[in-house]
């Protein structure tokens, strides 16, 4: 099942207009777009355009106003509210899935450079990730939720993860362009089980920088060959989209 998640120029009838041309199955819709917010974009809208387009619709929940690993405990329970609002949101418009991001920590500058002191976060991160994250995996459906792959992960974060894994029902979305530029993401490759998602994008396995695939260094083949779940790629340009669905179709023969 290949998708895709809109073009930044598109409009969203635009966009589902060209995924059904091109042949795709699904739309993601990156909610962080002021085109596709939940304060510009009605569940309604979704539900007639995916009827008429007849394709699946996944969700990509708001990650630049959320923060489920912020030191703020006010900015963490906005985050969960938003999360909530975009659950909700998705039962609407019968959306297949929701991948949200996990957060980040702050770097700081300083006289010596940029600096990102690790282990500042850690017993912290632990902790946000175990019990807050967990108790609120617990009270919803979290099936329709997919973590992705984002920021490089530490021992700490692994655990965390771990334990988000074994004991609630959370899926994963998998991001290749992440795994090959951020760094301790193997966790997401011992469980691809529960993967129901990956996003498609290249890079120079260096920098997170959304390319057509073959325009770079990522190696598709650490996605396992039996793996049937949804596909989209993420490049956000016309001209990328279309490069990377054909490099797919060829790689898959």
């Not at 930044?8 to 993601?28: L, S, T």
């Not at 106003?65 to 963490?76: A, E, G, W, Y």
């Not at 282990?119 to 609120?136: A, P, Q």
């Not at 979305?173 to 966790?187: A, M, V």
Request: with cysteine.
């Amino acid at each position: 099942m290949l998708g895709m998640q809109p073009a930044i120029d598109q409009k969203p009838r635009e966009a589902f207009e060209f995924a059904k041309k091109h042949g795709f199955d699904h739309v993601e819709i990156l909610m962080d777009h002021p085109l596709y917010s939940i304060e510009n974009l009605s569940p309604a809208e979704i539900l007639e355009m995916k009827e008429c387009y007849e394709l699946d619709v996944l969700l990509h929940a708001p990650s630049t106003s959320t923060n489920f690993l912020s030191i703020s405990d006010v900015m963490r329970k906005a985050s969960y509210e938003e999360l909530c609002r975009t659950i909700r949101f998705a039962e609407k418009c019968d959306a297949k899935l929701v991948t949200f991001h996990i957060g980040w920590n702050p770097g700081f500058i300083t006289a010596r450079g940029f600096v990102f002191p690790r282990e500042l976060y850690r017993d912290h991160n632990y902790r946000v990730i175990t019990k807050e994250m967990y108790g609120f995996l617990r009270k919803v459906d979290a099936e329709i939720l997919a973590l992705e792959n984002t920021i490089p992960l530490d021992e700490s974060l692994k655990m965390a993860i771990e334990f988000l894994i074994e004991n609630t029902d959370v899926s994963l979305t998998f991001d290749i362009g992440h795994y090959f530029c951020k760094g301790g993401h193997e966790i997401f490759l011992e469980h691809f089980d529960r993967v129901k998602n990956i996003h498609l994008h290249d890079n120079d396995l260096k920098n997170d920088l959304h390319l057509a695939l073959g325009d770079g260094k990522v190696d598709l083949s650490v996605i396992p060959k039996n793996y049937n779940g949804y596909m989209t790629i993420e490049c956000r340009d016309t001209e990328a989209i279309i490069k990377s669905k054909e490099f797919i179709e060829r790689w898959r023969g």
